[in-house]
């Protein structure tokens, strides 16, 4: 499955932005969805994921009353809304699927259909 992210841009501190992330092809019903991120030269890290198939929801402590993620599946997608945006929140932000569930959620390893990449500038 192919994921397609987008909605990413350049804002100002205290901004918001919303990701959106959908398949080109199949429903993504099945699977639990998770956003991540990637800053120049650090690692990927976790930012929100929605599990199947309870739909519940885990944040990353750095993001938690800041961001929400919610899922769409007549859409077939899954957003990100992020409020309160800070410069330490730039970074490529990426949504990702996996059948079912893994307990270590937030490894970047436990999930194999990755979207392409959406760019985030916070400027202070």
């Known amino acids: 499955v192919q994921l397609q992210a987008s909605g990413g841009g350049l804002v100002q501190a205290g901004g918001s932005l919303r990701l959106s992330c959908g398949p080109s092809?199949?429903?993504?019903?099945?699977?639990?969805l998770a956003w991540f991120r990637q800053a120049p030269g650090k690692e990927r890290e976790f930012v929100a994921a929605?599990?199947?198939?309870?739909?519940?929801?885990y944040y990353a402590d750095s993001v938690k009353g800041r961001f929400t993620v919610s899922r769409d599946n007549s859409k077939k997608t899954v957003y990100l809304q992020m409020n309160s945006l800070q410069p330490e929140d730039t970074a490529v932000y990426y949504c990702?699927?996996?059948?079912?569930?893994?307990?270590?959620?937030?490894?970047?390893?436990?999930?194999?259909?990755w979207g392409q990449g959406t760019q985030v500038t916070v400027s202070s």
């Open positions: 092809g199949r429903t993504l019903s099945g699977d639990s």
């Open positions: 990702a699927a996996r059948l079912n569930w893994a307990i270590d959620y937030y490894n970047p390893g436990q999930y194999n259909n």
């Open positions: 929605v599990r199947y198939p309870t739909n519940s929801i």
